[in-house]
């Protein structure tokens, strides 16, 4: 019998006939933690969950919820009686239902299993949905009825919470706090929950654990922390697009050169002899600005995020770096002006491949 | 395969199949023995079948073609006096079958008929039958059908004018294209599949049509299939006629399949749609317009309903020999128990076919629906035969009492041919209704712990019920109307007011049939002004 609450070992998700997703094992060790599965689109991300919510069969490997196989090639419990609540991408709202019959619908479920922790109202307030209570689905916009589904699928206060892109289509300026708000009450309620998503930040904010499938597989399954500053393969780098590989020649136990930048020091989180070749992960924040430095890099971007200012440098062999330089900085520079890097560079960890 | 099977699967499956029998009853009968009437019929009139049959089919086809896209052109891309009366208006047709305007026709401009009557009041007494043109015979035949049949063209053909986009106006005018040139190379090119839509339904009533042709003595496929099983006894020759029938609706099919080759009509852009506007017509163009809209309306609907209220208050003492309480009572009666049993049965084979996802019961469903295209008279004969067949061979073998009285002649057999002939239309109607829900809505509701017999409960019926209530009265509708079916098949003494007007009728009694009739085509009305709004589109 497994040990964690949901366990998914040697499954090969598939639709259609078409395998999406091979061999795949990862799961949920305890109850009321958040799983978030990060992918480019059409990878299988949304199939994996079907599959755990019963819509689709599977022929290869199990899918186990507290210790229950719930799915394999042998046997295949109906998505009704999983006590797994789905909320899709789309909106699947009953059309012929107001939004507020629609939710109730989920509240009904909830009664049969006599659980009172969370009512009606509260999730109305906290979704921010009263105003359309009395509207249909085609009345609503695309976000209302994200969050409608939503409520739908919290207030049923199922074993296993599946949530497809949840806040897609939420507006940006709402999105920020919905997912606060959502993180507390799934947490109060220890609700376990699967979260499907392209956006890492909220991924990484949402999660517990983060699992990664990239080319139909499971490339990295770690907490949020890990997966950001410890990918574990090139793929898994140019998927989160959080910084760049540069050439670099270990020289110590403690540091590299690269012809660009000069002497790079810190950590590595692996070994590697010295004068091996490797790819160094440099990500924006590992360099520091200073104008007072003689390692000077060429600007050829400059993009402003609110708190900061990521520049693009260009090293001399054509290498184009990011660079974080928080947008209260004395001064700001202009494309094609030289930059300033500190040194020596000191990196905490050093991720090499 | 096999994990599709469920109760679901299985009665959707059932369902297809029984639809399925009197269809493959028609093309087993081709093998097997007929008598000699065939051999003689081979060389006599079977030719002149196949020829009425034929020019009956591109006389209706080219005048419905004319008449249909005319109004719908009108009404749809102008604004004249009446126009959005003429646009449900010009519909009220469907409440006329072929055969009551046949009785119209014939009797406004039979000797001494209504015409005579009404230029003796103008005129005073003179000789006037020799100059008053007889519209009888095929001629005859082919204006009752027109008339009666042209609305199919002009529904589907005014959905898809009303769908064209003011950009496709637009670049005709842009080419510096007329009215008239930007109407033939762009707008009809355009709505062509709706157009050939129209006009395929158009067909299968005109091969399909039994009173009409019959009233005018014309030897047609349909009334050779009749008469032999009434004058000859022959139910496997009428078979092997029905099978030629048959072949002649399918070769249309595939034809029609054929010509439209790989061409794509429809753009689905988003947000490239721009809603035209109608053009405004006044003076000598609006009066035409008028016109046009207003003779079809007057000799489609007008005309026979004014010949039959004309006759019922000439003749009363036919009114009040009628029995319309009876006729009134088995009317509902029959359109109740079939519409239960359609609207029941299609309900579960569409649910079927959508939790199955299976591809064989698909194209078995999509077969089973072809009994619309096929006519009450080979419905009823082979309905006929496969019982005959059945009940000498299974239930007599098994020692059993004879089930022929069962279903032969009774309101059973009755409810069961109208299930095959008008199942199209109830599963055509609750599929459409199906297709805009979405299919997570259904894995919604079995997460939320519905299971497939609660979500088809609770969530789909109550979403379809505008759908059902459309069907229901379509059903009606045509189970009002019909008359071959009804005719072979119904109990003794059980009359509707189609029989009524046939069977008088058929004695020259027209006089008395213009009660039945007249009853006939305003409760038709009432149901077609019931629906107009759906069946013009103009709800979406």
């Known amino acids: ?353 | 395969m096999f994990k599709s099977l469920n109760i679901w699967f299985i009665s959707s499956l059932l369902v297809s199949i029984s639809v399925l029998i009197p269809i493959v009853t028609v093309f087993y009968s081709f093998f097997e023995d007929t008598s000699n009437y065939f051999t003689i019929l081979k060389e006599t009139f079977l030719l002149e079948y196949i020829f009425n049959s034929l020019v009956l089919l591109i006389s209706v086809l080219v005048l419905t073609f004319i008449i249909g896209t005319l109004s719908a052109y009108l009404v749809s891309f102008y604004k004249f006096p009446y126009s959005n009366f003429f646009k449900w208006a010009l519909i009220l047709s469907f409440a006329v079958p072929p055969y009551i305007y046949a009785y119209s026709l014939t009797a406004f401009f039979e000797n001494y008929g209504t015409l005579y009557s009404i230029l003796k009041n103008l005129f005073g007494p003179g000789n006037y039958n020799q100059h008053i043109p007889k519209f009888d015979g095929l001629f005859g035949a082919v204006l009752s059908l027109s008339f009666s049949l042209f609305a199919y063209v002009y529904i589907l053909t005014r959905a898809s004018f009303l769908y064209q986009s003011q950009n496709l106006i637009d670049l005709g005018r842009s080419l510096g294209f007329s009215k008239f040139k930007s109407l033939y190379s762009l707008i009809l090119p355009a709505a062509r599949p709706a157009i050939v839509a129209g006009l395929s339904l158009v067909a299968m009533e005109t091969l399909a049509e039994f009173g009409a042709v019959d009233f005018f003595s014309i030897n047609t496929l349909t009334t050779g299939i009749y008469n032999s099983w009434i004058a000859f006894d022959d139910l496997a020759f009428s078979n092997r006629l029905s099978f030629f029938l048959l072949i002649f609706i399918f070769a249309f099919f595939i034809l029609e399949n054929l010509s439209r080759k790989r061409a794509k009509y429809h753009s689905n852009t988003k947000g490239g749609f721009k809603q035209k506007e109608k053009i405004q017509l006044s003076g000598i163009k609006a009066f035409n317009a008028f016109f046009v809209c207003f003779i079809i309306f007057f000799l489609s609907f007008l005309f026979p309903l004014s010949q039959m209220l004309y006759w019922t208050v000439k003749f009363p003492e036919n009114f009040f020999d009628l029995q319309v309480v009876t006729l009134t009572l088995n009317t509902v009666y029959l359109v109740f128990l079939s519409s239960i049993v359609l609207i029941i049965f299609s309900l579960i084979s569409n649910y079927g076919n959508r939790v199955s996802k299976n591809k064989a019961l698909n194209i078995l469903s999509t077969l089973s629906i072809s009994g619309y295209a096929i006519p009450g008279v080979i419905l009823a004969l082979a309905f006929i035969t496969f019982i005959a067949w059945f009940d000498e061979n299974i239930v007599q073998a098994l020692g059993f009492l004879s089930i022929k009285k069962m279903f032969i002649g009774s309101i059973l057999g009755l409810v069961i041919v109208y299930f095959v002939r008008f199942y199209s239309l109830a599963f055509n109607g609750i599929k459409s209704g199906y297709e805009k829900i979405n299919i997570s809505v259904d894995e919604s509701s079995y997460l939320l712990g519905y299971s497939k017999q609660k979500t088809f409960t609770n969530i789909h019926v109550p979403y379809l019920r505008n759908s059902l209530l459309f069907v229901l009265i379509l059903i009606s509708l045509e189970i009002i109307r019909e008359l071959p079916i009804t005719l072979i098949l119904r109990p003794f003494n059980f009359e509707t007011f189609a029989t009524t007007a046939y069977i008088s009728a058929s004695e020259d009694l027209l006089e008395a049939a213009a009660v039945p009739s007249l009853f006939l085509i305003l409760i038709a009305t009432t149901f077609i002004m019931l629906t107009s709004n759906y069946i013009l589109r103009e709800n979406e």
């Open chain 1, 1 to 353: 019998m497994s040990k964690n609450f949901l366990e998914i070992k040697n499954v090969d998700f598939a639709i259609g006939g078409k395998t999406k997703v091979k061999n795949a094992s990862f799961g949920i060790e305890n109850e009321g933690e958040t799983l978030c599965i990060l992918g480019p689109s059409g990878i299988g991300k949304t199939t994996i969950l079907r599959t755990i919510a019963g819509l689709e069969t599977i022929d290869k490997g199990t899918i186990q919820l507290k210790g229950k196989i719930l799915s394999s090639k042998k046997e295949n419990i109906e998505p009704e009686h999983r006590n797994i609540s789905l909320a899709f991408q789309d909106n699947s709202l009953f059309p012929h239902y107001t939004v507020e019959k629609n939710i109730l619908i989920g509240a009904d479920k909830n009664k049969e299993k006599k659980k009172k922790k969370l009512n009606f109202k509260e999730i109305i307030k906290l979704l921010d949905i009263s105003k359309i209570l009395n509207q249909y689905p085609h009345e609503i916009s695309a976000g209302e009825a994200q969050r409608a589904s939503l409520a739908r699928s919290l207030l049923t206060q199922p074993d296993l919470l599946l949530l497809d892109e949840p806040l897609s289509n939420v507006d940006q300026s709402f999105k920020e706090e919905i997912q606060v708000r959502l993180k507390k009450i799934l947490s109060r309620l220890k609700i376990t929950t699967i979260i499907v998503t392209h956006d890492s930040y909220e991924a990484f904010y949402l999660g517990n654990k983060c699992a990664i499938i990239l080319d139909s597989q499971v490339k990295q399954f770690d907490d949020p922390y890990n997966v950001y500053h410890f990918p574990n393969s090139v793929e898994v780098v140019n998927f989160l697009n959080r910084g760049i590989l540069i050439p670099a020649k270990v020289t110590g136990e403690n540091s590299l050169e690269n012809k660009d930048l000069g002497t790079i020091k810190g950590n590595f989180i692996k070994h590697y002899p010295k004068g091996s070749d490797v790819q160094l992960l440099l990500q924006p924040e590992d360099l520091e600005h200073d104008d007072r430095s003689n390692l000077k890099l060429e600007v050829v971007d400059r993009k402003f995020r609110g708190t900061n200012f990521i520049y693009t440098l260009k090293t001399n062999s054509d290498l184009l770096i990011p660079v974080f330089v928080h947008s209260h900085h004395v001064h700001q520079h202009e494309v094609d002006e030289k930059f300033g890097i500190k040194r020596p560079i000191n990196i905490d960890h050093i991720v090499c491949f």
